[in-house]
């Protein structure tokens, strides 16, 4: 039995082949046990979350949980497989640690993924899915993710142009739970800063943009609203921070659309962050004195001096993962003889019964309790030895040279370890 780890992410696939592979939480047990029923998996978990959906199993091979993934959500499984990658055991496990510890997510050492992993666990163990292997996983999981963010940077450091959006709008707004915030486009930037303004749990998030459809998709994903981009103007005053990135050829928010804003909004300060080539905000409306505009050169700077702690910070956590996938993994080897230990250990049980119950035989009958003792440790000797000495017998050539090897080292003969 394999471990397995297979899925589609915000690497592989975009948000449109993403959306069709989510998992509805309300029927998350039913999906498990349809899974373990309908192929042959003997463990199951499943983690489903806006940016990624993975199963993580134990079963013999990847590919039957990959078609029942596409055959859930009624698709070919030809329709998946170019954005589907698996994990094999020790790539799954390093998949796994690397995922909680937030090195795979689309903001570098978010904390959010941790919660949604123990979910998934949680779920599963729930469904009855959720076997010694994968429980034991998860357990090891999130340790190395504890010991990930409390040893390093990881979460620490300001690594992309979303967390610096954040940043700078939190040098302006001491609180930014408090404050209302305008994304507008719904590209990956925006995505990504929408996720980050979404960590702080801002009192309102809303995306604009010119296919309200596409907007509304990306809103739900972080609890917030959608708005056309024909409505900016008579809505930019309700809010305290705007970040911008579309492909339009010309600036889509003016100096006299924000300058009314302000106007209606008693010349409260507004940040407003433009991530767009070219512009998407006009350049003179960073001479107002209301506003702070911030472009991509500004955000460069802040980016640039987080990337050496960064680069620091991810080779201690890598190093810390591929330390725990070998701990892991030899406990995973070690529980294969386990069987074979505990059918060792009832042979001898049986063979010292055995022994016992013939020596309080002859003590019974009155025998000389120290030859009665004698007879009992050669008859356990005889028994114990039995099997090894038989072997060596039997064997030849080079047989019989392996087998001797393995005995001197299991009862250390010769000096053997």
Request: proline share 4%; net charge negative.
């Amino acid at each position: 039995m394999q471990l397995f780890a297979l899925g589609i992410n915000h690497h592989t696939a975009p948000l449109a082949v993403r959306e069709q592979v989510t998992f509805d939480l309300a029927r998350l047990p039913l999906a498990l046990n349809d899974l373990l029923h309908a192929k042959p998996v003997r463990e199951a978990a499943i983690l489903s979350t806006c940016n990624r959906t993975e199963l993580y199993c134990a079963a013999e091979k990847a590919e039957v949980a990959a078609d029942w993934l596409a055959e859930y959500h009624d698709l070919s499984p030809g329709h998946i497989r170019p954005y589907l990658y698996q994990y094999p055991h020790r790539d799954a496990v390093r998949h796994m640690f690397r995922v909680a510890s937030g090195l795979d997510s689309m903001v570098l050492g978010e904390p959010q993924i941790l919660g949604q992993m123990k979910q998934a666990a949680r779920m599963a163990e729930e469904a009855g899915t959720l076997g010694t292997l994968l429980n034991k996983l998860f357990q090891r999981t999130f340790a190395v993710a504890k010991e990930v963010r409390s040893t390093t940077a990881i979460g620490a450091n300001i690594v992309s142009m979303a967390a610096a959006s954040v940043h700078l709008s939190a040098r302006i707004f001491e609180d930014l739970s408090k404050q209302r915030v305008l994304c507008i486009g719904a590209g990956e930037m925006i995505e990504l800063c929408a996720a980050h303004f979404a960590g702080q749990n801002p009192a309102r998030l809303t995306i604009a943009n010119r296919t309200v459809e596409r907007g509304e998709m990306l809103a739900a994903r972080f609890s917030g609203d959608a708005m056309r981009l024909d409505e900016l103007g008579d809505r930019l005053a309700d809010y305290d921070i705007v970040v911008a990135c579309t492909a339009s050829p010309l600036p889509i928010v003016g100096l006299g659309m924000v300058e009314r804003a302000l106007k209606l909004r008693r010349h409260r300060p507004m940040v407003m962050v433009d991530l767009a080539v070219p512009r998407d905000v006009e350049e003179e409306v960073g001479r107002l004195d209301d506003v702070f505009l911030y472009t991509l050169d500004d955000l460069g700077q802040i980016v640039e001096q987080g990337l050496e702690s960064r680069q620091a910070a991810v080779i201690e956590a890598e190093a810390i993962i591929d330390g725990q996938v070998h701990d892991f993994l030899q406990w995973v080897d070690a529980r294969e003889v386990v069987p074979m230990i505990r059918a060792l250990r009832d042979n001898a049980e049986r063979a010292r019964r055995h022994e016992l119950e013939h020596a309080l035989k002859l003590l019974r009958r009155g025998d000389d309790p120290a030859q009665v003792l004698d007879v009992l440790s050669r008859g356990l000797t005889n028994k114990l030895l039995h099997g090894p000495t038989n072997a060596l017998n039997q064997a030849e050539g080079d047989e019989r040279a392996r087998l001797a090897e393995l005995v001197s080292r299991i009862f250390r003969l010769h000096g053997g370890e």
